[in-house]
């Protein structure tokens, strides 16, 4: 047991002894899953129907297929911009972690690790959209109220589902690798992901399970922000809908769930960050 510990007791220390982690952590979280929390927290999920006019408004807009066109380039432009931001954040926390001087040129390189790292969980996402577009068809005609349209969607893509998640933990292990490949290394990417690839295959296990419980303590914090944030917005969502929008307490309940959220974000941060202390005591225990 206490071997089994030293990593992540030896990453605690680490982001113990520099507080100023939790600022790059926190912005990593932010545009990772933290701003997943306010959203799933203050939206309304949407039910079949709209799903169903949202497809058909494309489909059969006259501007069709450039109104789909634009709508990929505006979303691959939001992720490309995410990912050069958040490689600036993973920049910052292993330099401090390894006490080495900013090296800005750095970003770019650590971006693309990412980028490839996020390719198979990307394509298994496509996919899981793809087979998501029938199978969303076929549940909203089906006439049995008994059986929910998103437990039927549920059912038919568990597959693409199972598939994603996987790739999502692989991608986690190869990535992490790859970025500290990139921060002590020599060359360049492509030197760092061959070195990423080849520490994957030499240690696995190691790897992969610290990709899993990493990525499971970051969504299982994620959801209970999400949980907490809907449950305080329940009582500011009924005085908005009875016209008090101005009313000081409305104000007052806004003021306190905005801060309430930042505060459970920067412990979304402190996570990050002693979870990539984690991975860089587990990447420098392979040789």
């Known amino acids: 047991m206490t071997t089994a510990r030293r990593p992540i007791t030896a990453a605690v220390d680490r982001v113990a002894a520099d507080g100023n982690l939790a600022l790059p952590g926190t912005l990593v979280y932010l545009l990772g899953l933290g701003w ?63 006490g080495s001087a900013p090296r800005p040129d750095r970003i770019w390189a650590m971006a693309g690790a990412i980028a490839v790292a996020c390719g198979p969980a990307l394509i298994a996402s496509v996919g899981l959209v793809l087979a998501s577009i029938p199978a969303a068809e076929a549940a909203y005609a089906n ?12 059912r038919a893509v568990a597959g693409w589902l199972a598939l994603v998640g ?17 921060a002590s290394g020599p060359g360049g990417l492509r030197a760092a992901l061959g070195r990423a690839f080849g520490k994957l295959g030499v240690a696995p296990l190691k790897l992969l399970s610290v990709a899993a419980i990493g990525t499971l303590l970051i969504v299982a914090l ?18 908005l809908v009875s016209g008090l929008v101005l009313d000081p307490i409305t104000i007052g309940l ?12 920067m412990v979304g941060g402190m996570l990050q960050a002693i979870l990539s202390a984690w991975w860089s005591v587990a990447v420098e225990e392979i040789r």
Not at 74 to 80: D, K, R
Not at 143 to 150: A, E, K, L, N, Q
Not at 166 to 182: D, H, P, S
């Open 166 to 182: 996987i790739a999502i933990i692989v991608g986690q292990a190869f990535g992490a690798t790859a970025l500290r490949e990139v």
């Open 222 to 239: 994620t959801v209970a922000i999400g949980l907490l944030v809907r449950l305080l917005w329940e009582p500011i969502s009924m005085r």
């Open 36 to 98: 997943v929390t306010l959203l799933a927290g203050v939206a309304s999920v949407p039910g079949s129907g709209d799903l169903a006019f949202t497809g058909a408004s494309i489909f059969s807009s006259g501007a069709f297929p450039w109104n789909a066109l634009a709508l990929v380039v505006s979303v691959v432009a939001a992720l490309g911009a995410v990912v050069i931001l958040i490689a600036a954040g993973e920049s910052q926390m292993l330099d401090r972690l390894t």
């Open 143 to 154: 006439p049995d109220v008994t059986d929910p349209f998103w437990a039927q969607l549920g």
């Open 254 to 265: 806004l003021m306190a769930l905005v801060g309430i959220w930042l505060v459970l974000i």
